[in-house]
């Protein structure tokens, strides 16, 4: 079966300080992985996925993530955070063999961004 | 990018009726569509896999007489919550999936129901 355990519920950082949000999965087939963003009452954005190839992922609006097979880890991270970067983050990763389709979320993280 | 719609994106209804939710693919046609449920401060959890045409297949857990979901045509996929009461209310999320199948799940902008 497939799970995602995302560290800490709320992470808070200051404008142009380091992003890093954690997550931890677990897979008995090779995962596909993703990062979600969620901003208030709305539905999810892709922001970077990871299926197969190059372990160091680019998304948009400056996020990446590196896939640590060893760690079973998908952490996400920007070197500067701006404030429109506040909202929830979450991890995914596919549903057993079932290609990018079922996904299983992790709690989600909330980045809350002070100036 | 692909876009999907809901709506309606606000509804609240008094227990007992019926609400219906539904989930446009704008530009695209979506083989597959899939309806979430996000509780407050939590995440989201896969009720059910809508597949044009066929039934659709629900998660564990999930009662499909009482979450009815319908695919009608290629482009749109409904959710009927079936004698709602209060405990049904929640943030309802549908994603949909291009027939080319390019890797990427297209959200909706969710669909928050309160139920009175």
């Known amino acids: 079966a497939q799970s995602v355990t995302q560290l800490g519920s709320h992470v808070s950082v200051s404008e142009g300080a380091l992003v890093l949000l954690r997550c931890n999965y677990s897979?008995?087939?090779?995962?596909?992985l993703f990062w979600y963003v969620q901003y208030p009452n709305q539905g999810l954005q892709l922001l970077l996925k990871y299926t197969t190839g190059a372990t160091l992922v680019k998304g948009i609006n400056g996020f990446e993530a590196e896939f640590k097979k060893s760690e079973t880890s998908f952490h996400l991270t920007k070197p500067s955070a701006h404030m429109s970067d506040a909202a929830e983050y979450f991890c995914a990763v596919t549903k057993g063999n079932t290609g990018f389709q079922k996904l299983v979320f992790g709690t989600g993280t909330r980045l809350l961004v002070s100036p | 990018g692909a876009v999907v719609s809901q709506h309606p994106s606000w509804v609240i209804c008094k227990s007992g009726t019926s609400v219906k939710i539904e989930c446009r693919s704008l530009d695209f046609q979506a083989t597959t569509m899939f309806w979430y449920r996000q509780f407050p401060k939590q995440s989201l959890m896969l009720m059910a896999t809508s597949n044009e045409g066929s039934k659709a297949t629900y998660e564990q857990g999930v009662e499909k007489d009482k979450f009815l979901i319908n695919h009608a045509s290629l482009t749109l996929s409904t959710l009927t919550v079936t004698s709602a009461h209060p405990e049904d209310s929640s943030f309802y999320i549908c994603?949909?999936?291009?027939?080319?199948?390019?890797?990427?799940?297209?959200f909706g902008e969710g669909s928050r129901l309160t139920v009175l």
């Open positions: 897979s008995s087939v090779p995962p596909y």
């Open positions: 994603s949909a999936i291009t027939s080319q199948n390019t890797g990427e799940l297209f």
